[in-house]
């Protein structure tokens, strides 16, 4: 009761503050008499949402399926390749300089390349979603398989288990929560990746229509109200995809809590 009572709460707060915020919005605009082309109003913008939703939510959805996937498959690969760190101190030592290497190199130096060997469009778009939210996952993953109690690794050898049976019943389950923890800053990389890519790798394919394609023609255009509600609907994309993580992460620990208590007793 009270976990509802303080979720609701919080749930009431935010909405004050935004709402808050979108009042200050049309107040300073209003009041300073701001040209539409500087700073168009909440109303304004709502408006040129309204005009071009569906537009917008073709651009939600293309840009939400880029990000998702390349989301997906940086779970996949960032979870083996840290897997394979935790089991070999040489690779681990070889090759994650590679990957620090990886997360710091701009992704605009890189989206010649991109474009070579992938072409213009959605493949693409999603490859470099997967790059930009990847080291989260290796870099806590690889954390959490790591940090095991010495004492555990001692019953373990103990009870003379191989290093598979070690890793799948003591290590995994323990990284758990390491992993929940890289997808959630992953989740909202995703779809900054997602957009970054239609930025540089979007624009080139014909009839290709995500948010980050919709920004850069609308910033053309000096359709600043119009750039807006993309911003805003992006904004929304980045919140629901962390969401969904927050809401399968706290469905899978109650399930393996669950699990887990039955099979103590």
């Given at each position: 009761?009270?976990?509802?009572?303080t979720r609701l709460q919080t749930a009431m707060l935010t909405s004050?503050?935004?709402?808050?915020?979108?009042?200050?919005?049309q107040a300073v605009v209003v009041g300073?008499?701001?040209?539409?082309?500087?700073?168009?109003?909440?109303?304004?913008?709502?408006?040129?949402?309204?005009?071009?939703?569906?537009?917008?939510?073709?651009?939600?959805?293309?840009?939400?399926?880029?990000?998702?996937?390349?989301?997906?498959?940086?779970?996949?690969?960032?979870?083996?390749?840290?897997?394979?760190?935790?089991?070999?101190?040489?690779?681990?030592?070889?090759?994650?300089?590679?990957?620090?290497?990886?997360?710091?190199?701009?992704?605009?130096?890189?989206?010649?390349?991109?474009?070579?060997?992938?072409?213009?469009?959605?493949?693409?778009?999603?490859?470099?979603?997967?790059?930009?939210?990847?080291?989260?996952?290796?870099?806590?993953?690889?954390?959490?398989?790591?940090?095991?109690?010495?004492?555990?690794?001692?019953?373990?050898?103990?009870?003379?288990?191989?290093?598979?049976?070690?890793?799948?019943?003591?290590?995994?389950?323990?990284?758990?929560?390491?992993?929940?923890?890289?997808?959630?800053?992953?989740?909202?990389?995703?779809?900054?990746?997602?957009?970054?890519?239609?930025?540089?790798?979007?624009?080139?394919?014909?009839?290709?229509?995500?948010?980050?394609?919709?920004?850069?023609?609308?910033?053309?255009?000096?359709?600043?109200?119009?750039?807006?509600?993309?911003?805003?609907?992006?904004?929304?994309?980045?919140?629901?995809?962390?969401?969904?993580?927050?809401?399968?992460?706290?469905?899978?620990?109650?399930?393996?809590?669950?699990?887990?208590?039955?099979?103590?007793?």
């Amino acid at each position: 009761m009270n976990r509802h009572f303080t979720r609701l709460q919080t749930a009431m707060l935010t909405s004050l503050v935004f709402f808050g915020i979108l009042l200050l919005w049309q107040a300073v605009v209003v009041g300073l008499r701001i040209h539409p082309i500087i700073l168009p109003s909440p109303i304004r913008v709502a408006g040129v949402a309204w005009q071009e939703r569906t537009t917008l939510i073709a651009g939600f959805g293309l840009t939400g399926a880029a990000a998702l996937l390349g989301l997906v498959a940086s779970i996949i690969l960032g979870t083996v390749v840290a897997v394979l760190f935790s089991q070999s101190r040489w690779l681990r030592a070889a090759l994650y300089p590679y990957v620090v290497f990886l997360q710091t190199v701009p992704i605009v130096a890189i989206a010649p390349l991109l474009i070579t060997w992938f072409g213009y469009g959605f493949r693409t778009v999603v490859f470099v979603a997967c790059i930009i939210s990847l080291f989260p996952v290796i870099s806590n993953v690889t954390a959490g398989l790591l940090s095991v109690d010495e004492n555990l690794k001692d019953l373990f050898r103990l009870n003379r288990a191989t290093r598979w049976q070690t890793l799948i019943k003591l290590r995994i389950p323990l990284a758990v929560s390491h992993l929940i923890l890289g997808t959630r800053v992953s989740a909202g990389l995703a779809v900054i990746g997602a957009i970054i890519g239609e930025f540089f790798v979007g624009n080139g394919a014909g009839g290709y229509q995500g948010l980050g394609t919709l920004m850069t023609g609308w910033q053309n255009l000096a359709r600043t109200d119009a750039l807006m509600a993309v911003v805003l609907t992006s904004t929304l994309l980045g919140l629901m995809m962390i969401g969904l993580v927050n809401g399968i992460a706290r469905k899978a620990l109650s399930r393996w809590t669950r699990s887990s208590h039955f099979e103590a007793e």
